[in-house]
Structure formats: structure tokens, C-alpha cells
Nanobody, 124 residues
């Protein structure tokens, strides 16, 4: 089992920034591709971004490309999501995710493990 705990959500004005963190425990962190998904009220959960086990490869949804940056620190078992130029449509619960092996599973909208989620609210 992999346990994932997110932090860093909150309320921010449009154009502002937030940094989410996700601390992982339970298994070898570097064996897992990591990522972030989000779910807005009344909508299905959607893929946001994923990063490879080494951190050398990243993928982003078109809606966040150029504004969000995913990174990871394998020594700290932590993955980060830096969110800049936030828009009201970014308002959602953000979920950290872990998938064994490559990023393929997450790019397909799935994951092996999920965090409990952290709320991000962007006011206009």
C-alpha cells in the first residue's frame, strides 16, 4: 500500500499562485510515477499532470500547460504541484496519485493509489 497525504490547498485570487505538496509513504517512492488529478463540483475527475519515476519526463493536460509545474524529490518522498496564473476554472479538489511503473496509467486517467484530496478555490 502507498499512503498519500496532500497539503497546500486554499483560497487564492485569480492570477495568484499556490504550491501543493504530496507526501508518500509505504512503498519505494521511486518505483512509482506520480501525478495530480482534480475534480470540480458536478464534474468527473480529470487528469492534470504526471511525472516519471526519475522526474525526467512530465506530461500536462492542455488546460494547465504553461501554468502548472510538477516536480518530485525522491529523497523526501514528495511530489509538488506549482500552480501559477490561476483561473476560477481551476477551482477543484486536487488529488495526488501514484501508479507503479510508467506514466502510462495516469495518462489514461487511472491510478493505483489516491490521496484524500485538497481543496483549491480561485476567486475572480
Amino acid at each position: 500500500q502507498v499512503q498519500l497525504v496532500e497539503s497546500g490547498g486554499g483560497l487564492v485570487q485569480a492570477g495568484g499562485s499556490l504550491r501543493l505538496s504530496c507526501a508518500a509513504s509505504g512503498r519505494t517512492f521511486s518505483d512509482y510515477a506520480m501525478g495530480w488529478f482534480r475534480q470540480a463540483p458536478g464534474k468527473e475527475r480529470e487528469f492534470v499532470t504526471t511525472i516519471s519515476r526519475s522526474g525526467g519526463v512530465t506530461y500536462y493536460a492542455d488546460s494547465v500547460k504553461g501554468r502548472f509545474t510538477i516536480s518530485r524529490d525522491n529523497a523526501k518522498n514528495t511530489v509538488y504541484l506549482q500552480m501559477n496564473s490561476l483561473k476560477p476554472e481551476d477551482t477543484a479538489v486536487y488529488y495526488c496519485a501514484a501508479a507503479w511503473g510508467s506514466t502510462t496509467t495516469m495518462r489514461g486517467g487511472q491510478s493505483d493509489y489516491w490521496g484524500q484530496g485538497t481543496q483549491v478555490t480561485v476567486s475572480s
